[in-house]
């Protein structure tokens, strides 16, 4: 029995089998080989691996999601038998007399980068294919298989640290919990786990060498440690404690339909916050009145090409319908910083959460921007929709965001194509917008305030950077009086005004913001019923 303690990212516990997800660039050596003939041997056999592994997962996917999204599983297999790539290789460890696995990442890295510089799109997106098919190779050089996590057992996933393309590809229905040696608390893959209502810690010191998959682990979110080989007692004390929890969950579930009212009368809109479409069942789940915020730009990640304009027009259509007239808030893309996407080929920045990012790229690259405005627009008759626009820092910006959303209405009029003009809201969570929140408020129909942002940008401080954590206060003065400062230019405007960063869930908070005169809370699926509990315990108003 090991036992270690990290940062617990969501309160909850589990027991079950392992699953080590190993750090790819920290296996490949480069290493002298004596025989070149057999390490080529490797790569093709490797090769023959890789192949019927993409069938596998083409048949899969055809069932599934349908035979134009399999497609990519059809191309990875072409690419595999591409005699450039081959030869590339082949010719390294040929001259160099270097080990399979080096020559492969090598030969994957020059061809990305090859992709990635030229000038037609289609070319250009083969890049993250390239890669893709590359990493497939070294993994099963490496004996490690097929990593294809959608297809595995319910384990708790250990790694080293987790990406959200990484997170957002996994099957959550199969994740008991997650363990990470790096990780931020503030960090997308962090808010995924909390999302998913799995026990989390991130910041754990181990080994990862000395973990194999299929050992038996306890991952405690309450006491923010993880038992590798428990013992007897301990999984008794355990199996124990995850009957309270679930009984207490059980609890819980005797809210659902009651009203988010304080014992006062003063009523809050509980929203939940979503990255995909799978979420939904989460959402109607724990009984949320509504989404405030889809994280759109997860559309986006783990794959190898921009999402069309009919598969985002499908998959916002989707949610709408399944929410049936409640309010759906989809967020506009917000990639960049953390949320990296290959095919868009941002380039390295020194400073990415305060660069090319979100809006940024939506009003530079405008044929981005429409082709998810023309989406939404369109889905926008199928329910209730409202679109929201991230990191805003200025009037102007709004303006011209207006001024391309009503290009698409145009377009789509002219062309007779069915659409609904949504309400249209913007993210507050830089500090300039909070500053010029009364300009604001006047030209949009709400505010949704993003608290991660709002703090990292006030506070100054990465919220990726684990070391920071101890620095990273969302309870700081300067946020409240922000948050304040929003809701009363909202209200003066006869706009309203939410909260959807993962502040909008903490407890010890929401009687403030209730006194605040927040109209709308937007938190994680799994937090919907606690706070409806806390504010109709709670009373906000002094007894006369
Ligand atoms: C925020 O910044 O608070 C927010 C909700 O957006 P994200 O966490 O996706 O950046
Ligand atoms: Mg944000």
């Not at 989390?200 to 306890?218: F, K, N, R, S, Y």
């Not at 207006?402 to 507050?428: D, F, S, T």
């Not at 939410?498 to 006194?515: Q, R, V």
């Not at 799994?526 to 108003?541: F, G, P």
């Amino acid at each position: 029995m090991t036992e270690f303690s990290g940062k617990s990212v969501y309160k909850g516990i589990t027991i079950g089998k392992v699953l080590v997800l190993k750090n790819k660039d920290f296996q490949i050596k480069r290493t002298k080989v004596g025989d070149a003939e057999a390490e080529i041997g490797r790569v093709n056999d490797a090769k023959d691996q890789a192949k019927a592994q993409l069938q596998a997962l083409y048949d899969k996917a055809v069932k599934e999601v349908g035979e134009a999204s399999a497609a990519i599983f059809e191309v990875h297999q072409m690419m595999l038998d591409d005699d450039d790539y081959l030869d590339s290789i082949y010719n390294m460890i040929h001259t160099e007399m270097v080990n399979a696995e080096y020559a492969v990442a090598v030969t994957g890295d020059n061809f990305a980068e090859m992709f990635a510089n030229m000038d037609d799109d289609y070319m250009k997106a083969r890049s993250a294919d390239v890669k893709d098919i590359s990493e497939r190779l070294v993994r099963n050089l490496s004996g490690e298989g097929d990593a294809d996590l959608s297809s595995m057992e319910p384990s708790i996933i250990v790694a080293d640290d987790l990406s959200p393309s990484e997170t957002v590809q996994m099957d959550k229905e199969k994740i008991l919990g997650f363990v990470t040696v790096h990780g931020s608390t503030n960090s997308h893959t962090a808010i995924l786990a909390r999302m998913m209502n799995i026990p989390a810690l991130i910041g754990v010191p181990m080994d990862l060498e000395q973990i194999h998959t299929g050992m038996e682990a306890v991952v405690d979110g309450f006491e923010s440690k993880v038992i590798f080989e428990p013992d007897e007692e301990v999984r008794t004390a355990v199996e124990g404690r995850i009957k309270e929890e679930q009984e207490k969950a059980h609890m819980l579930q005797t809210l659902k339909g009651k009203e988010n009212v304080t014992l006062d009368g003063k009523k809050v809109n509980i929203y939940a916050n979503i990255g995909s479409v799978g979420d939904v069942g989460y959402v109607l789940e724990n009984d949320a009145g509504g989404i405030g915020l889809f994280r759109s730009e997860f559309l986006y990640l783990g794959r190898s090409d921009f999402p069309t304009e009919e598969e985002q027009f499908q998959a916002y259509r989707q949610v709408l319908q399944t929410m049936a007239g409640k309010k759906v808030i989809i967020r506009t893309l917000d990639i960049g910083a953390d949320k990296q996407v290959d095919y868009f080929n941002l380039g390295k920045e020194d400073n990415p959460a305060m660069g090319y990012r979100a809006i940024r790229i939506c009003l530079k690259q405008p044929d981005i921007f429409k082709t998810q405005i023309r989406a939404l627009l369109r889905a926008a008759v199928f329910g209730n929709l409202s679109i929201m626009y991230p990191m805003i820092i200025a009037v102007e910006e709004v303006k011209k965001i207006y001024e391309i959303v009503e290009e698409v209405r145009q377009e789509l009029e002219a062309k007779g194509i069915p659409y609904k003009m949504p309400e249209q809201g913007i993210m507050i969570e830089t500090p300039a917008a909070v500053m010029v929140s009364e300009e604001l408020a006047q030209l949009v129909d709400f505010f949704s305030i993003g608290t991660n942002d709002l703090t990292q940008y006030t506070l100054a401080i990465d919220r990726q950077n684990a070391k920071l954590d101890d620095f990273y206060n969302p309870h700081h003065t300067a946020i409240l009086r922000m948050i304040k400062m929003v809701t009363d230019s909202a209200h003066k405007y006869g706009k309203w005004a939410g909260i959807c960063g993962e502040l909008g869930a903490d407890l010890e908070l929401t009687e403030e913001f209730m006194k605040m005169g927040l109209d709308e809370l937007s938190v994680a699926p799994s937090m919907v019923l606690k706070l409806r509990k806390a504010v109709r315990e709670m009373r906000v108003t002094p007894e006369a």
